[in-house]
């Protein structure tokens, strides 16, 4: 499997932009997972859903920010306005839950947004 | 609310040299405990889980060990390609909670030179 896939690897955009990321979990996984990265606050959950239905979005910093997750293949962040302090790095993660098995969450290599 | 403090924040340790890092948690009750290997530019890489006090795992030079309020992971004889850094990160007793559900430290960063 070619593991969790993000795209784009890096976004430059100008503030009052809308952003749009995007992931493509594991197949198989049924679980998935948005997290940010800053320096200051280190990794933080934003949001994840369970067979495609967002579970838990209290992370969203504000309205601004938007999940979905359409299918089992594919989910989208999307930030509009985009502000300076929403520059980050935001990783996607997939995990398999189940009753009587869970894996661990698997990470994609992240997109590095930019916002000047 | 769920805290990890990992320590120290940085390391440098020669290669052979041995270490330990820290991670002291705040959990209402422990489901995991997860380490995970972070290298520059690229997404956190699964190392273990740890679900109850007084259990190991080992990978390579790296073993982890669990009690009830911290976990260390040991690198015996570090080699270069072991620079990066670990995080450790905890899932609580939130039942409902998604297993990925997770609160990570700040990490330990690790440079280890010939």
């Known amino acids: 499997d070619a593991g969790v896939i993000q795209s784009p690897r890096h976004e430059v955009t100008e503030m009052g932009q809308e952003v749009t990321l995007r992931c493509k979990p594991i197949s198989g996984h049924n679980s998935l997972f948005w997290y940010r990265q800053t320096m200051m606050r280190g990794l933080e959950l934003l949001i994840y859903f369970n067979n495609n239905v967002p579970i838990d979005d209290s992370g969203m910093p504000e309205d601004r920010f938007s999940a979905k997750m359409p299918n089992a293949s594919f989910s989208t962040l999307k930030i509009q306005p985009s502000e300076p302090r929403d520059s980050a790095v935001y990783f996607c993660a997939s995990s398999l839950e189940r009753t009587t098995l869970n894996t661990e969450a698997f990470f994609g290599q992240g997109t ?5 | 609310e769920d805290q990890v403090t990992q320590s120290p924040e940085a390391l440098r340790l020669q290669e052979g040299e041995s270490s330990s890092l820290n991670c002291s948690y705040t959990v209402s009750g422990l489901r995991g405990l997860f380490w995970y290997r972070q290298d520059p530019g690229k997404g ?14 080992e990978k390579e030079r790296l073993k982890a060990t ?8 040991h690198i015996t004889a570090p080699k270069p390609e072991d620079s990066a850094t670990y995080l450790c990160a905890v899932q609580g007793t939130t039942l409902t909670d998604s297993w990925g ?3 990570f430290g700040a990490g330990t960063q690790v440079v280890v030179t010939p």
Not at chain 1, 112 to 116: D, N, P, Q
Not at chain 2, 44 to 57: C, I, M, N, R, V
Not at chain 2, 66 to 73: D, G
């Open chain 2, 101 to 103: 559900k997770l609160q």
């Open chain 2, 44 to 57: 956190p890489e699964f190392l273990f889980t740890l679900y109850s006090a007084g259990e190991e795992k």
């Open chain 1, 112 to 116: 590095r947004l930019t916002v000047v």
């Open chain 2, 66 to 73: 669990l009690t009830k309020k911290e976990s260390f992971l």
